[in-house]
């Protein structure tokens, strides 16, 4: 192994007596997504580390800047706990960061895990810091806006660093339990993936099929979207729901202004119904408040009564513009504006209701006896496991 | 399930005999063309011999054709070849104008429409309620300023024949042969009807060889007019289209077009047979419509509509759901033109023939071609029949 890598944590930080449970989810996600390279996945209080042959760092730069729980990390040196061999090093990376920025103004920051070394470090900093500037000609210390940063950690060895990449921070997936996302193929449920998995969420989804009237490759859209989203939950598990014929008996039965909402109704019913049987405790949808019309308060109240499991929905209070911003980091944007979108104009209203009367329309979807078909719907899910890296 | 292709309208069935066999030529006369020795020579004789052949299947004559890589290559090399003219003459504000049929393929219409910003006018002429342009009318738009004009043969959506030949002559009669470049796609009309290039009147034409069995990205521009090339090179083709010629795509041209042309009159019969059964069946099917819009009897003539291709609607099932399902039982069709099948929206060519948006979406094309068969057409109907009934009474409230 010759290259190192040191692992901050963010939030998990903050844990108090159950830490060392989110470090170790840390730990194992890790090494999931590390799998195939052969990598040593060490640590543990505070600070992980990835020890990887050259040839893999690039996967593995990738895999820790979108592993949630971490706070950032770096290529270090490991010495032995010797000032003068910490010194060394620090002037080797020095005339690196010179050549790199072309600047000479610097900043020392040190941190002393291990009390015993005879340095504090406030101590760590002086003896680096002079002796940068007694080799280097013109080298300025600029605690402010420095060019360049050199890092020093003393733990049961001592590590020196110049660069900090960033991890997205949150929680490690699968510290906050499953949950069951609705995937369509669209915008909005991919990013509502991503930031509930950035808060520890495990996630599954679900996604409603009505061949012949949607199509083979918007299906294949929606796995291709689940695939990306994979990356980041660990692996995922995409459930696909036979769902012509409980949409025909809508379309048949339904009150038409109603039946996009009726629609949505039965499909938190199967979502529910699958939660349950997969122990996901949550639900997970892509909804802004007042986007369409199936998401206004009212109409939020009816789909969602659909469910006695805790509804998320992170994009409650975000513009469009602020979705995408999202897809696009996560690299959803692209997949989820492809062109093939089901015949929904066959279902959907020309004029559909924003503001259901909820007991009225509660009524009327038990109206509809739909109850054979959602079983039958639910028996018939499809399962497809999304492998990460 | 053996699977029944019926989209021959967008690439015909493969035939394995006719690119085993060009592709053994080519390996016998692999030596490029242009190289002096003796293998290059052969290798010149061969491709003469096959454009010698063609021109005589095509009544035309051997310097009237040159090989590209299919219709939309054809199209565009005389499309384009406006510009260097245009270029030449600094004629940026007024260069002329362009009559076109509102009904062109794409690979006419998208280069014509793109020359606008260039500053030509586009003037396009629609169809008749049945499809057909009136000859007249599109001569009509012709003027001293016009310097392409461009019509489709057969149009590859609907099988409505337009009337080229009548516009040849009419050109003719006008005198304005000389000053109009007059252009013919001829693409769904190669290799299933005879076709003589020089009867036409046309300055020049498309063809496309994998519409009669020959292979892909091979085709002809029937060219009897001195136009600007758009390529440079080692200037094969009469300097019209330079590059190495493609023997494999010259001899399976040939190969397939001697096929398809000894057997129109044949074909043809069954292809009328095959219609007619085949309208049997959409006339029993209630909300069933065809585009465009005239009389079965008219339907039926192979003078005015294509027998290979039928554009039906059923409402209110949307044209790709009906080709999903017939897929699922095993039966090939497309929705509107397979080239744009892909594009949502709109259909340019359905509403120009008068068919609402509404229709158009309900639209599907059953192309038959010289290898169906009518087990397959039999089999077809009775599947139609059954899907369209559960579909309509699926989405009819």
């Known amino acids: ?389 | 399930m053996e699977r029944v292709y019926l989209d021959w309208a967008a690439t015909t069935a493969v035939n394995i005999e006719i690119l085993k066999k060009a592709l053994e030529q080519s390996i016998i006369y692999s030596e490029n063309p242009s190289s002096p020795h003796d293998d290059g020579k052969k290798a010149r004789a061969f491709i003469e011999s096959c454009r010698e052949s063609l021109a005589s299947l095509f009544g035309t004559t051997k310097d009237r054709l040159i090989f590209t890589s299919g219709a939309t290559e054809s199209n565009n090399i005389v499309i384009n070849s406006l510009i260097p003219k245009q270029l030449q003459k600094h004629s940026f504000s007024n260069p002329g104008n362009i009559v076109i049929s509102a009904i062109e393929h794409a690979s006419v219409y998208e280069p014509v429409k793109a020359l606008e910003k260039y500053g030509w006018e586009i003037r396009e002429v629609l169809p008749e309620a049945n499809g057909i342009i009136s000859a007249e009318s599109f001569v009509e738009k012709i003027d001293k300023n016009t310097r392409l004009a461009a019509i489709i043969m057969i149009n590859n959506e609907t099988g409505a024949i337009q009337p080229v030949y009548e516009i040849g002559r009419l050109l003719s009669e006008k005198n304005f042969r000389k000053r109009v470049h007059y252009h013919i796609d001829a693409v769904q009309a190669a290799g299933k009807y005879p076709l003589n290039l020089d009867n036409t009147k046309a300055d020049s034409a498309s063809i496309s060889s994998h519409k009669f069995q020959g292979p892909r990205g091979a085709g002809i521009l029937y060219l009897n007019k001195e136009i600007s090339p758009i390529y440079s090179g080692g200037g094969q083709e009469r300097n019209l289209r330079s590059g190495t010629e493609n023997t494999f795509a010259i001899a399976g041209t040939l190969l397939a077009a001697e096929k398809a042309l000894q057997n129109t009159d044949e074909n043809l019969k069954k292809a009328i047979k095959y219609k007619k059964l085949l309208l049997e069946t959409i006339n029993n099917i209630p909300n069933a419509f065809l585009n465009p819009l005239c009389k079965t009897s008219d339907y039926l003539n192979p003078e005015k509509y294509s027998p290979y291709i039928i554009s039906v609607g059923i409402k209110p099932v949307p044209g790709e759901v009906l080709v999903r399902v017939l897929s699922s039982n095993g039966f090939d069709v497309s929705t509107g033109s397979a080239c744009s099948a892909g594009k949502k929206g709109k259909s340019r060519v359905l509403n120009a023939f008068g068919i609402d948006n509404e229709s158009a979406f309900s639209t599907i094309r059953i192309s038959t071609g010289c290898g169906t068969e009518v087990e397959e057409i039999s089999q077809f109907c009775d599947t139609l029949i059954r899907e369209t009934t559960i579909l309509v009474n699926s989405l009819s409230k």
């Not at chain 1, 669209?186 to 061949?211: E, N, Q």
């Open chain 1, 1 to 389: 192994m010759d290259k190192l890598y040191l692992i901050k944590i963010g939030e998990i930080a903050l844990k108090g007596g159950n830490r060392s449970f989110f470090e170790k989810r840390l730990k194992k996600n890790i090494k999931l997504d590390l799998r195939g390279t052969n990598c040593i996945v060490s640590g543990g209080r505070g600070r992980f580390f990835v020890e990887v042959n050259k040839e893999h760092s690039a996967q593995v730069e990738e895999v820790l800047s979108r592993t949630f729980g971490i706070k950032g990390f770096s290529v270090v040196k490991r010495l032995e706990k010797n000032i003068d061999k910490i010194i060394e090093e620090a002037l080797i990376q020095a005339s690196e960061n010179i050549k790199e920025t072309g600047g000479k103004n610097f900043k020392i920051t040190a941190r002393r895990a291990d009390k015993s070394f005879p340095l504090n470090s406030y101590g760590i900093c002086c003896a680096l810091g002079d002796a940068i500037l007694d080799n280097i000609e013109e080298s300025v210390v600029d605690v402010n806006t420095p060019d360049w940063t050199i890092n020093v950690e003393i733990r049961e060895t001592a590590y020196v660093y110049s660069h900090v990449l960033p991890g997205p921070g949150g929680l490690p997936v699968g510290t906050a339990g499953k949950g069951m996302l609705l995937l369509s193929g669209g915008i909005d449920s991919p990013v509502a993936c991503w930031l509930m998995s950035k808060r520890g969420l495990k996630i599954d989804s679900i996604y409603f099929h009505t061949y012949p009237y949607t199509s083979d490759e918007a299906k294949q859209k929606v796995i291709d979207l689940a695939t990306i989203l994979s990356r980041y939950t660990s692996g995922m598990n995409l459930y696909i729901v036979p769902f012509t014929d409980v949409q025909l008996k809508i379309k048949e039965k339904g009150f038409e202004k109603a039946t996009t909402l009726l629609m949505r109704h039965a499909m938190v019913k199967i979502a529910d119904r699958v939660a349950k049987q997969n122990d996901a405790g949550s639900l997970i949808t892509g909804e802004a408040l007042s986007q369409v019309a199936s998401q206004t308060p009212e109409s939020i109240r009816f789909t969602g009564s659909a469910t006695d499991l805790p509804t998320f929905r992170p994009l409650i209070g975000m513009d469009k513009e602020e979705i995408i911003a999202i897809a696009e980091k996560i690299g959803t944007f692209k997949t989820s504006i492809l062109p093939y979108e089901d015949c929904c104009s066959l279902f959907a209203p020309e004029h559909p209701l924003t503001h259901p009367n909820f007991e009225q329309i509660t009524k009327e979807f038990i109206e509809l006896e739909l109850d054979e078909l959602l079983n039958t719907a639910a028996l018939e899910t499809e399962k497809l496991y999304l492998g990460g890296e």
